[in-house]
């Protein structure tokens, strides 16, 4: 499977931040993730929030394309690569 571009918008001190790191990691075990993050008060994090509706952190984009924020659903998440896969 090829490797996944993933794209966290985030903040300090954030519990769902840090959820989503730990089902990312988990997933990583199974499957080729690259993870990278912008800050949440940064000016690309800021235009990708308004743009896109992001209430609260983390933005969560999957290849690209705008997948969710806030608390992260692993089964949302393995229902998605499994589409992917197919």
Known sequence: MR????????AEACH???HTKQVLSRIAERC?????EIPWTSEEGRRLAG?????????????GAFFGYGRL??????????????
Do not use: N
Request: net charge neutral; hydrophobic share 40%; with cysteine.
């Open 32 to 36: 080729p993730l690259s993870v990278s």
């Open 16 to 18: 769902f931040c840090a």
């Open 51 to 63: 743009r896109d509706g992001i209430v609260f952190p983390p933005g969560i984009y999957l290849d």
């Open 73 to 86: 659903s692993e089964r949302k998440i393995q229902k998605w690569l499994g589409e992917r896969r197919a």
């Open 3 to 10: 490797e996944i571009e993933v794209l966290l918008i985030t």
